[in-house]
Structures are given as structure tokens and as C-alpha cells.
């Protein structure tokens, strides 16, 4: 059974970095094929990808976001780790992580996590 | 950078009828494309992978289709339990891309 679960802080000050954890079971980022992605979404709008990271790859993300961005996996701990630094309140959003597969879209998603940006 | 338009925005529609979304994309996209329901609140739930690949456990009402770079997803009966917003996404190649959601009101 695959479960995912994003772990972070839910207030952050404007300026100050943001590290979202991603904890996964039920698949290994060491399987060929298998990847998380990051995906956001402010309230009441739409949903925004953020960054991936697969099996055999260092991680991709969203260059909109300015190289605000990064994205790594411990593979032995089953986590993927989002680092948003700067934050501004119009990065206030929900932040949800998922698994894919590749060649398909997301089919498992954690339940996400709000994040309010606000002094 | 690909861009994915969906339309409509807001969709209202009567238990019973055959509803049809449109996600067109800016380029080819390989038939990379998936979509997605989200109700208030909850998370999104994948209904259709590769254009036209239905997700396990989804309802056979739900459909998807292409020509060209243009997509579509179907509900051939709309059900109560149906509304919510649905998003199309490309994921073919760097930066995906979410369309900006329909909203489906019963």
C-alpha cells in the first residue's frame, strides 16, 4: 500500500527558507520507473507543479520559481525533501507531495500540508 | 514552455448528462497527459493516465480522448458524487503544467 505524508512547519516568516519532508511507503525511489513530485496549491485556486525527482535523476524544478527551488531524496530513509528559501506570503498554499510512475501521471498523493507565509 | 488551456472554467450541468471538459495544449505533448478530480478540501484523485488510460477503480463513465493537442475528458452520465474541479496536466516534458480547473457544479 502505498502512503505519503509531507512534514514541515505550517507558519513561516517572510524571507525565511522552507524544508517540506516528503515520507513515502509502499515503493522505493530506488525502483526503476518510480518518482515524487511536489505540487501547490494557494487557496481557492489552482494546482501548481513544483519539482519532481526519480529514480535515476538529481530532481527537476519549476524555474517560474526563480531557483527558489530544490529538491533532494534519501533513498534509505524513503524521503524527498522540498526547499522553498525566501518565502513570501503569495507562496501561502497547500503543499502536497506525490508518486508516479513514469510514462503516467500522479496517482498516489499525500495529504497535504498548508503553509501560511506571514510576520 | 508548454501551456495547457482548459475550458470551461465553471460547467453546470443536471444528474444524467454528458459532460465534456477541453484541455488544449501548446505543443505536442505524446499523449502525456492525465486528469484529475478534487472535490473541496480533499486531495486530487487521478482518473485518466496517457490521454485515454483510465485509473484503476475509476468509474467506466469517466473517458478521455485526443486529436491532435487537443484533449478531452467525458462523463457520459453525470453522477452527484461527480462534482468538484477537475485539472488537466501534461506531464511530457519540463516544467509540468496544471490547466487552471474546471469546476463542475451540479
Known amino acids: 500500500q502505498i502512503t505519503l505524508k509531507e512534514s514541515g512547519p505550517t507558519l513561516v516568516k517572510p524571507t525565511e527558507t522552507l524544508r517540506l519532508t516528503c515520507i513515502f511507503s509502499?515503493?522505493?525511489?530506488?525502483?526503476?520507473?518510480?518518482?515524487v513530485g511536489w505540487i501547490r496549491q494557494p487557496p481557492g485556486k489552482a494546482l501548481e507543479w513544483l519539482a519532481s525527482i526519480h529514480w535515476g535523476d538529481n530532481g527537476r524544478c519549476n524555474p517560474s520559481l526563480g531557483g527558489r527551488l530544490t529538491i533532494t531524496k534519501d533513498t534509505s530513509k524513503n524521503q524527498v525533501v522540498l526547499t522553498m528559501t525566501n518565502m513570501d506570503p503569495v507562496d501561502t498554499a497547500t503543499y502536497y507531495c506525490?508518486?508516479?510512475?513514469?510514462?503516467?501521471?500522479?496517482?498516489?498523493w499525500g495529504q497535504g500540508v498548508l503553509v501560511t507565509v506571514s510576520s | 514552455d508548454i501551456q495547457m488551456t482548459q475550458s470551461p472554467s465553471t460547467l453546470s450541468a443536471s444528474v444524467g448528462d454528458r459532460v465534456t471538459i477541453t484541455c488544449r495544449a501548446s505543443?505536442?505533448?505524446?499523449?502525456?497527459l492525465a486528469w484529475y478530480q478534487q472535490k473541496s478540501g480533499k486531495t486530487p484523485q487521478v482518473l485518466i493516465h496517457r490521454a485515454s488510460s483510465l485509473q484503476s477503480g475509476v468509474p467506466s463513465r469517466f473517458s478521455g480522448s485526443e486529436s491532435g493537442t487537443e484533449f478531452t475528458l467525458t462523463i457520459s452520465s453525470l453522477q452527484p458524487d461527480d462534482f468538484g474541479t477537475y485539472y488537466c496536466?501534461?506531464?511530457?516534458?519540463?516544467?509540468?503544467?496544471f490547466g487552471q480547473g474546471t469546476k463542475v457544479e451540479i
Open positions: 496536466q501534461q506531464y511530457d516534458d519540463y516544467p509540468w503544467a
Open positions: 506525490a508518486h508516479r510512475r513514469v510514462a503516467l501521471g500522479l496517482d498516489f
Open positions: 509502499g515503493f522505493s525511489l530506488s525502483t526503476t520507473g518510480v518518482g
Open positions: 505543443q505536442s505533448i505524446n499523449s502525456h
